[in-house]
């Protein structure tokens, strides 16, 4: 069964920086494109960061320049380093594929507050 742990989340004032982890296992995380998602309070799940195995990133809206994915794959773990951070991303972040796996497949996700 897929399961994805994030962790690494946290309250921090503008222009600071966090770092996520993702532990993923049930699955063969080597063959999966992985995805940073983050879902904001009244706001619909959205893609903000992804990459394949072989390292090919993907940037989605205004993280572009600010946040970094990458991966280990002997690991089977996914990151996020987000800099410059603002208050529009305080949000629940999650990881999954990309695209993502069923509704039964998201985790808790971890918090992300951005606050002075």
């Known amino acids: 069964q897929v399961q994805f742990v994030e962790s690494g989340g946290g309250l921090v004032k503008p222009g600071g920086s966090l770092t996520l982890s993702c532990a993923v296992s049930?699955?063969?995380?080597?063959?999966?494109?992985m995805g940073w998602y983050r879902q904001a309070p009244g706001k619909q799940r959205e893609l903000v960061a992804s990459a394949s195995s072989g390292g090919v990133r993907i940037y989605y809206g205004s993280v572009q320049g600010r946040f970094t994915i990458s991966r280990d794959n002997p690991k089977n773990t996914v990151y996020l380093q987000m800099n410059s951070l603002k208050p529009d991303d305080t949000a629940v972040y999650y990881c999954?594929?990309?695209?993502?796996?069923?509704?039964?497949?998201w985790g808790r996700g971890t918090q992300v507050t951005v606050s002075s």
């Open positions: 049930g699955i063969t995380f080597s063959s999966n494109r």
């Open positions: 999954n594929t990309s695209p993502s796996m069923g509704t039964s497949s």
